[in-house]
Every structure is written in structure tokens, then in C-alpha cells.
């Protein structure tokens, strides 16, 4: 608002400036009468030449050129397409504020419906919380009625079970008897299951006599297999050397290669040529011989590995036959423990039957399931009494604990209610500030529809009317009507100054909801009416704007008495040298391209004359040429073969890093270098050679030797790497997690 209003006052001192120091206002208007410069530059000023009736008394001709072209742009009276801009500008500067206080407006409008609804789903769900609470009350007290009168069944019930009590003890002597008589016969049974398990203890001793026997032999068949393994272990170093071999063969296929690029530089020299190529034609008649010994390799590979496979199995069979021994010792184990529970049951017997005899009355049969029963059924009652009472005091305490919960959230909604209708206070007037701001913008429309009337009472002033009137009236009648628009702005500024003092004094309040809708769906249809209208209005506005600029170009005012108004520092001028001298330097840039061009075409000229003269020699360019692309190509997938390989390879080195906690660097052909995860510092890293018979040996160095303890008990002792690695690794881990 204050930028607003520092832009009106700026435009109105500039309009009181004019009319103080030029007693002879002159217009500006544009015309197409410049031929000093070309049809691209647009929009040059002209300046008429009318004289007011005030100049001719005083007899001061102001006469303008191209060389006072700069005093008489400060001269500029109001309507200037420069003020015009302005003012565009100022109007644009309001319509944005009104947008923001629109949006403003509609985000509290929304913000208020939530609430409303929100307000209203809090108040359902209380007074449904309230009805659910009293039904609960009454339940609990008819609940209440129900336990006394189960106490007093649960007295009654008491007394009658002591009654059938003693008349079930002398049930239970009774079942000792037969219980008695029943652990007689199972003394029997237990004898005859005696002897049989001892039968069928021999039978399992014979079985396991045969089964050793099978072992042995098994055994023997394992040392057989171990000896075919040594013979296919020789075989596979072997096949090693074998392949080594093959590799340095294939690479001396690649120094062929590299051979044969070389001697693509030397075309020239046919005799070295040729002879080079008498080599490379013996090595390449070689590969043959290698690709024979290439498949005998392979099929020793496959005899390997069908050996391997029948080691597998005689492997497995083995894990079964060791597998069916274990389960015989089990079988074994489990008779001994069969024995010990016989002892033990003897004892349980014995102990059953004096229970018996305590509990049962004589006479009655001593059964262990009448006594089981009779047990059971008096641990029940036992339980269902003491359950009953202790839900009967939980009960209780759960009433008084929601009595008290209800008084507490009653003194929650009562506080709520009051706070609910402070709000809905301040909310009232919060809407009566929002109908003032709608009574202000609908003010601001009336403005713009004010200034829209102007803009069209300028356009429909005819030509005749326009020679008529002097200057000085038609700016009298237009600063009047730029005063009255100045004013309405003004006074729409004081009064939104004024309301966002009263906003800013007045506490911030969260907004309520008000019950009444109505009002809301009224108020945003206004505010849509009042949007609709005000856009249409900017689209007049415009329209008449793009109107008045297009009769001042086409040259509604007298052209013979007005002279074209020429700027010193001319943009459009510069920006034709600057096109201009850009111009200059491509064509610059294209001659020296095509000379480039030219010079390329001749040593192209000059190749294949050479090219002509060589075709005589027996090699044909053609071949070289492919050969060249096939061995580029080679080169290409071998370079990215590598970078996979080394890809493939470094993300290997990571996973055993991460998953084993040991970095291994290659020092030499033979020498690996070995560093633990939880080291402490650099230093501390092992050594280790594989030599000829491709076993590791470790080298000493001075972290090794710190290890001395753990290298005689796991290298020394069982001759184990792994062992000693990851005893290693446990070592570290354990120290550095007891420093951290």
C-alpha cells in the first residue's frame, strides 16, 4: 500500500512540475515520418507543433529538433506513452494486491469450513462418548446385582460340598483297593516287557556286528577313492600347465597382432613386408596344433570331472553308512534309558499307592482315574471360587476408576464448551472485518470501472472535436479526471491502512466456523461476481489502451505540424551496429572456414594420388583397411573384456573384504600381502608365498612374530590357516569393541 501510494504522489508531482515551468504545454504523439533510419525500428517520437493561445500572448515560439532532442523528452507532458506505462504499472501493482487479498479471503473461508466441521464431528462424538458412558453405568450396576447373588449361591454351594466331601472319601478308599489290585497286574505286564526288550537288545548287538563289518569296507573303498582323487589332482596341475601354456601361446597371438598394425606404418617398405609376413603365416599354420592339443585338454577336463562326481557319491554313500551308525548308538542309548524309567516308574507305583490308600475309603475301589476325578473336580471349585471373587473386586475397581475418568472428562467438556463459545464471538467479528474488506473491494471496482469510462470517453472524442478544443483545456479536462481516480485510490488506501492497523492490534484468534452457511455461500458468490466483473473490466481497460496506441500510430494528429523527436543515445541504432559488426565477423569466420576447406580438399587430392601409385604393390588397401577395422574392433572388446575382468574383480575383493574382514594385495608373482579389517594401524599385515607345490607359507614379519601364542596353537598344533585367521579376526574385533 505505501509503494502504491508513493507512486501516486510521485505522478501527481510530476503532473503539478508541467503545468508550473511550461506555461506552453506540448504533445507527444507517434508517427511513422522518421526516414532516418529503417522500417525495424519502431515506435519513434514525434512532438507537435501546436501552440497554445497563452504562447502567442507571450510571443515564445518553442521550436524543437534534432538537436535539442534531449530537453524536449524532459519536457513530456501526462499523456506520454512513458506516463501511461507508469501508470499501467501502478494499476497492475493494485490488481496484484487485490488477487492477494481475494486468495486471502477464500483461504479463510475454507480454513473457517473445516473448523465448522471439525467442531461439529468433536460434539457428535461426545455426546455419543456420554450416551455410551451412561449405558455403561447402569450395565455396571446391574452387573453388581448379579455378583452378590452369586456370592450368596457360591455360601450355599460351599456348605454343600462339604457334605459330598466326606461322603467321597470313603468312595476314594474304595478305589485304593482297586488300584492296588490293578498295580499287581501291572507288575506283570511290566516283567513280560522286561524280557522282551532284552530279546530285542541282542537282535540290535547282531545288527551292529554286521553293520562294522560293512564299515570296514566302506572304509577300504573310501582309501581307494582318496588315491583316485591324488591321480586326478596331478591330472588337473597338469591341466593348468596346459593352460598357462595356452595363454602364453595367446599372447603371442596378440603380439602378432600388434605386428601386424606395425606393419600397416610401413606399406611402404615392401620388402620387410614380406617377409614379415612369411612369419606370421608360419605362426598362424601353428594353430592348428594348438587347437588339437586345445580338445585333448578339454576331454582330460571332462574325465576329471566325471571322476569327481563318482567321488561325490562314494562320499555320500559313505555320510549314509555313518548316518545308520549313529542311529544304532542312539537305539542303544535308549534302552539303558528305557531301564532307569522302569526303576523310576516302580517307585512312582509304590508312591501312587499309599496316596491311594490315604484318600480312598475302605472298601472302595483304590483306581487311580476315580482318585484323578475326584482330585480334579475339588481343584475346580477351588478355582472357579477364587476367580469369581477376585473378577468381583476388579469389577469394582473398574467401575470407580471409569466414575472418576467420566467426572475429569465432564470438566474437559465444559471447559471446552466455554473456550468453543469465546471463539465463535471472536469469530463474528472476524466476519464483520471481512464484509468491510469486501465493501472496499467492491470500492476498488468502482474505480476501475471509473477509469475504463475515461479511457472510452477519450476514444470516442471525434477529430473534429480533438482540432477544436486548445491543448490547455483538453489538459485540464484530463487532470481532473486523473485527480478524481487519484483521489478514489487514496481514499481506498487510508481506509486498507487503517484496516490492517485494526488487524494488527487485535489478538490473534484461531478461526471458528459459524452455524450459519447461508452467509458463507453468499459471501463467496459476491466475491466470484465481484472476480468475473473485475476481469472483465482489465480486459476493457487493455483493449482501450491498445486502442489509443494504435490511433497515435497511425497518425490521427496532423503530421505537417509535428517534427520527429531524435534520441542521442538511440537503442535501436546501437543494437543495428552491434548486429551489424556481428555480421562483419561471421562472414570473417565463414571466409576462413572455406579457405580451411579448401586446403583440406587438397591434401585429400594429394592422398589419394598417393593411393593410386601404391595400388600396383600385391596388397590390396581395401583388406588392410578391413583387417584394420577388424583388429580395431578386437582391440575395443578386448579393452572392454578388461575393464569388465577388472570390474568384476575389484568388486570381488570388496564382498571378500567385507564378508571375511581381510584386504589381500598381490606384492609379487607369489608374494600375497594380508591386512585385517580391525587392525590398528597399517603396519600390522601378513605375508604369505605360494610356492611350487601350490601350498601357502607364511613369511615373517613384525606383526607375525607379536603372534606367537596363536600360531603354535592353530599352526603348529593342526596346520590350519583358516583357523588362525579367524581366531585372528576375533582377537581384533574383541579389542577394538572393548576400547570403543
Given at each position: 500500500m505505501d509503494e502504491i501510494k508513493t507512486n501516486f504522489d510521485k505522478i501527481m508531482e510530476q503532473f503539478t512540475d508541467s503545468v508550473t515551468q511550461h506555461t506552453m504545454p506540448k504533445r507527444l504523439s507517434f508517427g511513422c515520418g522518421n526516414n532516418s533510419f529503417?522500417?525495424?525500428?519502431?515506435?519513434?517520437?514525434?512532438?507537435?507543433?501546436?501552440?497554445?493561445?497563452?504562447g502567442k500572448n507571450t510571443s515564445a515560439n518553442v521550436s524543437v529538433d534534432q538537436d535539442g532532442g534531449q530537453s524536449s523528452l524532459n519536457n513530456s507532458l501526462i499523456s506520454s506513452p512513458w506516463e501511461k506505462r507508469r501508470l499501467r504499472a501502478d494499476l497492475i501493482e493494485a490488481n496484484s494486491r487485490i488477487a492477494k487479498l481475494k486468495k486471502e479471503i477464500e483461504h479463510q473461508h475454507t480454513i473457517r469450513s473445516s473448523m465448522e466441521i471439525m467442531y461439529n464431528s468433536k460434539t457428535a462424538s461426545l455426546q455419543q462418548q456420554c450416551d455410551f458412558t451412561a449405558s455403561k453405568v447402569l450395565d455396571l450396576e446391574k452387573h453388581l446385582a448379579a455378583l452378590r447373588k452369586r456370592e450368596a449361591n457360591a455360601k450355599q454351594d460351599l456348605v454343600k460340598t462339604?457334605?459330598?466331601?466326606?461322603?467321597?472319601?470313603?468312595?476314594?478308599?474304595?478305589?485304593?483297593?482297586?488300584?492296588?489290585?490293578?498295580?499287581?497286574?501291572?507288575?506283570?505286564?511290566?516283567?513280560?516287557a522286561y524280557n522282551k526288550c532284552s530279546n530285542e537288545i541282542g537282535q540290535y548287538k547282531r545288527e551292529l556286528e554286521q553293520l562294522e563289518m560293512e564299515l570296514n569296507l566302506r572304509t577300504e573303498e573310501l582309501e581307494n577313492s582318496?588315491?583316485?582323487?591324488?591321480?586326478?589332482?596331478?591330472?588337473?596341475?597338469?591341466?593348468?600347465?596346459?593352460?598357462?601354456?595356452?595363454?602364453?601361446?595367446?599372447?603371442?597371438?596378440?603380439?602378432?597382432?600388434?605386428?601386424?598394425?606395425?606393419?600397416?606404418?610401413?606399406?611402404?617398405?615392401?620388402?620387410?613386408?614380406?617377409?614379415?609376413?612369411?612369419?606370421?603365416?608360419?605362426?598362424?599354420?601353428?594353430?592348428?596344433d594348438i587347437e588339437k592339443e586345445l580338445a585333448r585338454v578339454k576331454q582330460e577336463n571332462k574325465n576329471l570331472r566325471d571322476a569327481l562326481g563318482n567321488k561325490l557319491l562314494l562320499e555320500e554313500q559313505v555320510f549314509d553308512l555313518k548316518t545308520r551308525l549313529e542311529k544304532y548308538d542312539e537305539i542303544s542309548t535308549d534302552t539303558v534309558a528305557l531301564k532307569v524309567e522302569i526303576n523310576t516308574l516302580e517307585q512312582e507305583l509304590k508312591e501312587w499307592r499309599d496316596l491311594a490308600a490315604d484318600h480312598c475309603p475302605v472298601g472302595s475301589p483304590q483306581n487311580?482315574?476315580?482318585?484323578?476325578?475326584?482330585?480334579?473336580?475339588?481343584?475346580?471349585?477351588?478355582i472357579v471360587t477364587a476367580s469369581e471373587k477376585g473378577f468381583s473386586k476388579n469389577e469394582n475397581d473398574l467401575v470407580q476408576s471409569q466414575m472418576?475418568?467420566?467426572?475429569?472428562?465432564?470438566?474437559?467438556?465444559?471447559?471446552?464448551?466455554?473456550?468453543?463459545?469465546?471463539?465463535?464471538?471472536?469469530?463474528?467479528?472476524?466476519?464483520?472485518?471481512?464484509?468491510?474488506?469486501?465493501?472496499?473491494?467492491?470500492?476498488?471496482?468502482?474505480?476501475?470501472?471509473?477509469?475504463?469510462?475515461?479511457?472510452?470517453?477519450?476514444?470516442?472524442?471525434?477529430g473534429q472535436l480533438v482540432d477544436a478544443l486548445n491543448p490547455d483545456s483538453q489538459l485540464r479536462a484530463r487532470l481532473e479526471m486523473l485527480e478524481k481516480t487519484l483521489a478514489g485510490y487514496k481514499e481506498m488506501c487510508t481506509n486498507l491502512e487503517k484496516e490492517l492497523a485494526s488487524t494488527k492490534l487485535l489478538p490473534e484468534i484461531p478461526l471458528e466456523v459459524p452455524n450459519n452457511l447461508?452467509?458463507?455461500?453468499?459471501?463467496?458468490?459476491?466475491?466470484?461476481?465481484l472476480r468475473?466483473?473485475?476481469?472483465?473490466?482489465?480486459?476493457?481497460?487493455?483493449?482501450?489502451?491498445?486502442?489509443?496506441?494504435?490511433?497515435?500510430?497511425?497518425?490521427?494528429?496532423?503530421?505537417?505540424?509535428?517534427?520527429?523527436?531524435?534520441?542521442?543515445?538511440?537503442?535501436?541504432?546501437?543494437?543495428?551496429?552491434?548486429?551489424?559488426?556481428?555480421?562483419?565477423?561471421?562472414?570473417?569466420?565463414?571466409?576462413?572456414?572455406k579457405r580451411k576447406n579448401k586446403k583440406l580438399e587438397e591434401d585429400q587430392e594429394e592422398m589419394t594420388s598417393r593411393l593410386n601409385e601404391t595400388q600396383n604393390l600385391t596388397v590390396n588397401v581395401k583388406e588392410i583397411n578391413s583387417l584394420r577395422t577388424k583388429l580395431e574392433s578386437a582391440e575395443t572388446k578386448m579393452q572392454h573384456m578388461k575393464e569388465l575382468y577388472?570390474?568384476?574383480?575389484?568388486?570381488?575383493?570388496?564382498?571378500?573384504?567385507?564378508?571375511?574382514?581381510?584386504?589381500?594385495?598381490?606384492?609379487?608373482?607369489?608374494?600375497?600381502?594380508?591386512?585385517?579389517?580391525?587392525?590398528?594401524?597399517?603396519?600390522?599385515?601378513?605375508?604369505?608365498?605360494?610356492?611350487?607345490?601350490?601350498?601357502?607359507?607364511?613369511?615373517?614379519?613384525?606383526?607375525?612374530?607379536?603372534?606367537?601364542?596363536?600360531?603354535?596353537?592353530?599352526?603348529?598344533?593342526?596346520?590350519?590357516?583358516?583357523?588362525?585367521?579367524?581366531?585372528?579376526?576375533?582377537?581384533?574385533?574383541n579389542r577394538a569393541t572393548m576400547t570403543a
Open positions: 529503417d522500417s525495424t525500428v519502431a515506435k519513434k517520437r514525434k512532438l507537435s507543433a501546436e501552440e497554445s493561445p497563452v462339604k457334605n459330598s466331601l466326606n461322603q467321597q472319601k470313603q468312595i476314594y478308599e474304595d478305589t485304593i483297593y482297586t488300584l492296588q489290585k490293578e498295580n499287581k497286574e501291572l507288575e506283570e505286564k511290566c516283567r513280560a582318496k588315491r583316485l582323487q591324488n591321480e586326478y589332482k596331478q591330472k588337473a596341475t597338469e591341466y593348468q600347465n596346459i593352460k598357462s601354456q595356452l595363454e602364453t601361446e595367446k599372447q603371442q597371438h596378440e603380439l602378432v597382432k600388434s605386428r601386424v598394425k606395425d606393419l600397416e606404418y610401413e606399406v611402404a617398405s615392401y620388402g620387410e613386408w614380406k617377409e614379415l609376413t612369411k612369419t606370421t603365416q608360419a605362426r598362424l599354420c601353428s594353430l592348428p487311580a482315574m476315580f482318585l484323578r476325578n475326584r482330585i480334579e473336580q475339588l481343584l475346580q471349585k477351588d472418576h475418568e467420566m467426572k475429569i472428562q465432564n470438566e474437559i467438556y465444559i471447559k471446552a464448551n466455554n473456550e468453543l463459545k469465546t471463539a465463535l464471538k471472536h469469530h463474528k467479528n472476524l466476519m464483520s472485518r471481512v464484509q468491510k474488506k469486501l465493501m472496499l473491494v467492491a470500492k476498488e471496482r468502482d474505480c476501475y470501472k471509473q477509469l475504463v469510462d475515461n479511457f472510452e470517453r477519450d476514444l470516442t472524442i471525434s447461508e452467509s458463507y455461500d453468499r459471501l463467496k458468490k459476491e466475491i466470484e461476481t468475473i466483473e473485475n476481469d472483465k473490466l482489465r480486459r476493457r481497460k487493455d483493449e482501450l489502451e491498445l486502442e489509443l496506441e494504435h490511433r497515435y500510430l497511425k497518425g490521427d494528429v496532423n503530421v505537417d505540424k509535428c517534427k520527429v523527436l531524435h534520441l542521442t543515445m538511440n537503442p535501436a541504432a546501437e543494437a543495428y551496429e552491434k548486429s551489424k559488426t556481428e555480421i562483419e565477423k561471421l562472414q570473417a569466420e565463414i571466409e576462413r572456414l577388472k570390474n568384476a574383480s575389484l568388486e570381488f575383493r570388496e564382498v571378500c573384504y567385507m564378508l571375511f574382514g581381510y584386504r589381500i594385495d598381490r606384492v609379487g608373482n607369489t608374494n600375497y600381502r594380508i591386512c585385517s579389517m580391525y587392525a590398528d594401524n597399517e603396519n600390522d599385515y601378513l605375508n604369505f608365498r605360494l610356492n611350487e607345490s601350490g601350498i601357502l607359507d607364511m613369511l615373517e614379519t613384525d606383526y607375525s612374530v607379536s603372534l606367537g601364542e596363536m600360531m603354535k596353537t592353530h599352526l603348529v598344533a593342526h596346520n590350519s590357516l583358516p583357523a588362525f585367521l579367524s581366531a585372528l579376526t576375533l582377537e581384533l574385533f
